[in-house]
């Protein structure tokens, strides 16, 4: 088989729309099932928020959401950063993790799209650290060791990520990626 290709941004609308139908999940990713699926989250990646109402997530939180998916569609993440802001602070009132990873990994994707990428990282961290056992975790560990190679240019830091990512989660699509960088830095 071909290797998995990062969604367009018309694919990423169509997947969007495609969660539309039913009330679940209460808030998802779009984002794809393989190892690039954290190259997406980083593009960034859309937010579906079910119209199921949930008690932890009010309407501020939908709106700010949906401001930026409008934005990422339109390919102007710039006219979201007040939303994205606006976003992160409401973030401190959602407990639930089923709701709280998938918009933590939201803003962070936001915020490193946006040339925050300290600001994105502290959402990774937060994932990683308080949540490792959610499925998306091995994202939010392969999020800090890409930000930390790419962005920060600092393979220190993105190979202890690395580790973290390949000795917590090693049958994950992110595992790939850890193990690619951890073989090539092992080269030098």
Known sequence: PQPAQALLPSERKALLETYRIGEDPAAALVIGGGPERTGELLRPALLYLSVKPYPEMHLFIRLQAAAINAAILEGNLEGAAKAVRALEISLQTVQDPALAVPLRLFAGACDVRLGRVLRGRVHFRWVADRHPQHPLASVALAAL????????????????????????????PEALLAKEFLARYSRR
């Open 145 to 172: 060791g890409l930000t930390a190679e790419q962005d920060l240019r600092n393979p220190e830091l993105a190979q202890a990520a690395y580790h973290r990512l390949a000795d917590q989660f090693p049958a994950s």
